[in-house]
C-alpha cells in the first residue's frame, strides 16, 4: 500500500475569482499582510502499489484523466 499526495493549483496568468474572494475576506477580518491568495485542490489518494514509479505513472494519468484540467491547472505529485 502506498500514499501520494497530488496538489493541483490554477496555472499563473489564470484568472482565480475564488482565491480574491478568500483574499478579499481575509483583509476584511483584518488579515492586512496578505499580498495575494490563489486557490487550488489537495488530493490524498491510497494505492495498491509497491512500485513508486508505477504509482506515479498512474497518478500522473489520473491527473490528466480527471483531476485536473490540464489546460488551465498544474499538478505536482508526491509519494508519501
Do not use: W, Y
Request: with cysteine.
Amino acid at each position: 500500500m502506498m500514499k501520494a499526495r497530488v496538489t493541483v493549483t490554477l496555472k499563473n496568468g489564470v484568472l482565480d475569482p475564488q482565491g480574491k474572494a478568500i483574499e478579499g475576506a481575509l483583509g476584511g477580518l483584518g488579515f492586512d499582510s496578505i499580498a495575494a491568495v490563489r486557490q487550488g485542490k489537495v488530493f490524498d489518494v491510497e494505492l495498491a502499489h509497491t512500485d513508486a514509479g508505477a504509482a506515479k505513472a498512474d497518478l500522473e494519468q489520473m491527473c490528466e484523466k480527471l483531476l485536473a484540467n490540464t489546460v488551465i491547472e498544474n499538478f505536482a505529485i508526491e509519494i508519501v
